[in-house]
């Protein structure tokens, strides 16, 4: 299978797997992948998820080019190949549960945008990202022209879109593209481990923080500070949030449930 679903306890794990091809994403793995983020996004039993991609030299390198030619207005397609979702993780797709990017080795062009569609991301310390899209006469397709300037500093956005420059991990940690850099063997305990950490909070809590954080970014302050009460009502008449009072009074750990 291209796109291995894996579910434990309230943890997805996405895993590219295409190895053979730099785990480069075809119209029909990229399909694949998209059904089962639906999946995700739809099971009230997971609240977390992780993207990575299988073996040790690659995290994702973009849509699969062979054999296919571009397409105006968005990345690489056509050419009599299958018709790609128009809704995906990088665009369209809305999931409010948080998802962490296990970057295990080269995220170039659609791979970093896809880990830039993550809202965590952990790398191996034999990560190397980039978009080298223009230097194969392309431009980002995925959001990279978005994503990139909003997560580094404007410049160094700009220039590595513009130049295809790929950068090694602990240059993405400093400019702060990714959050922590670990051994290549501690990678996927570290995402998990994060992954738990989240679950230890109350689930609609957790989703309402990322729903109020993404759609109040491009919001006027005055609009963001009356939509987070408005997510806030949802979260405060929950069962958890009576369970997380009930628990703070009783000087327990409470118990989550999603409800």
């Known amino acids: 299978m291209p796109i291995e679903y894996q579910k434990e306890g309230h943890v997805a794990t996405f895993t590219i797997n295409r190895p053979e091809k730099m785990n480069a994403l075809s119209p029909d793995a990229l399909a694949e992948w998209t059904e089962a983020l639906i999946d995700f996004r739809d099971d009230k039993s997971l609240w977390v998820g992780i993207v990575t991609g299988a073996g040790e030299k690659a995290f994702c390198t973009g849509l699969d080019l062979s054999g296919s030619a571009p397409s105006s207005g968005g990345p690489p397609g056509g050419g009599g190949r299958p018709a790609m979702p128009t809704e995906t993780l990088v665009r369209g797709l809305k999931i409010w549960k948080p998802l962490i990017a296990a970057i295990n080795g080269y ?153």
């Open 107 to 259: 995220a170039l062009g659609g791979g970093l945008e896809i880990a830039m569609a993550c809202d965590i991301r952990v790398a191996a310390d034999t990560a190397k990202m980039g978009l080298p899209e223009v230097t194969l006469g392309l431009m980002p397709g995925w959001g990279g022209t978005q994503r990139l300037p909003r997560l580094v500093p404007l410049s160094i956005g700009m220039e590595m879109a513009l130049t295809g420059r790929r950068i090694d991990a602990h240059e993405a940690l400093k400019i702060g593209l990714v959050h922590e850099v670990v051994p290549q063997a501690e990678l996927m305990a570290v995402a998990k481990a994060r992954a738990e950490k989240m679950c230890e909070s109350a689930p609609l809590a957790v989703w309402g923080v990322k729903e109020a954080i993404l759609r109040g970014y491009d919001m006027p302050l005055e609009e963001g500070l009356k939509l987070e009460p408005e997510l806030g009502r949802n979260v405060h008449s929950s069962k958890d949030f009576a369970e997380g009072r009930k628990a703070f009074q009783e000087k327990r750990k409470p118990n989550y449930t999603g409800e």
